[in-house]
């Protein structure tokens, strides 16, 4: 069965520091799509970034980015510049082969951004 | 473009009642996934429908049923409510096909079952 786990319940990191979230997923499959969303105290779940396993080049969206390593099936967001609003529950999830629109997610990590 | 849209947002029922959550998705949207979330048992996948057709099912009883309808809306409906049923449903949508996989969330219905 596929899974997606995320090791670190909770972090916390300074306003303009750099923090990095932790994933990892199991899978036999060679094709996927992972990503990395964003639930903030609203509940709106929001799409930060995405990366397709086919891909080598990792993906970036601003201050956001990720460092993939297929061999090792670990999946990072590393948020530069952390800011006030990054402040919400960060979610890993995968796609898979057979259900391309049915998100496996990990269990979150809460992260804080303090002043 | 509108985003996803769900009704109601919140929702006091009472166990063994029966409830139904509507999903209206991102226009030109053709697949809708429903989503449960629990503190306990995190984000689970409940279905997806695409053109009218369940294309993927999670692992839930035959009591969380739904469907779709031409304009690509979507209803779930949950049966005999039960304490545990008490989640925050949400619904996404995405373009079902090509190679777009990314889905968009709505804000989420709130299942409260007293």
């Known amino acids: 069965a596929q899974t997606v786990t995320q090791s670190q319940p909770e972090m916390s990191v300074q306003e303009a520091e750099t923090v990095t979230l932790s994933c990892t997923y199991d899978?036999?499959?060679?094709?996927?799509?992972l990503f990395w969303y964003k639930q903030p105290p609203s509940r709106q779940m929001i799409l930060v970034i995405r990366?397709?396993?086919?891909?080598?080049q990792n993906a970036t969206e601003n201050r956001f980015s990720v460092n993939f390593q297929k061999a090792a099936k670990s999946f990072s967001l590393k948020i530069s510049d952390s800011q006030l609003g990054d402040t919400a529950m960060y979610f890993c999830a995968s796609t898979f082969s057979g259900g391309y629109n049915k998100l496996i997610f990990g269990a979150g990590t809460r992260l804080a951004v303090h002043p | 473009k509108a985003g996803v849209t769900q009704t109601p947002r919140y929702l006091i029922k009472t166990r063994g009642q029966q409830v139904t959550l509507s999903c209206s998705p991102i226009s030109g949207h053709r697949s809708v996934s429903w989503y449960q979330q629990t503190p306990g048992q995190g984000l689970q996948f409940l279905f997806e429908y695409f053109s009218e057709t369940q294309r993927n099912k999670g692992n839930f009883p035959g009591r969380f049923s739904g469907r779709q309808f031409s304009n690509s809306r979507s209803e779930m409906n949950v049966s005999t409510l039960e304490l545990g049923d008490s989640a925050l449903y949400l619904c996404a949508s995405s373009p079902g096909t090509g190679r777009t996989y990314e889905q968009y969330f709505g804000p989420g219905t709130r299942l409260t079952v007293t």
């Open positions: 899978t036999s499959e060679n094709n996927y799509y």
């Open positions: 990366q397709e396993a086919y891909k080598q």
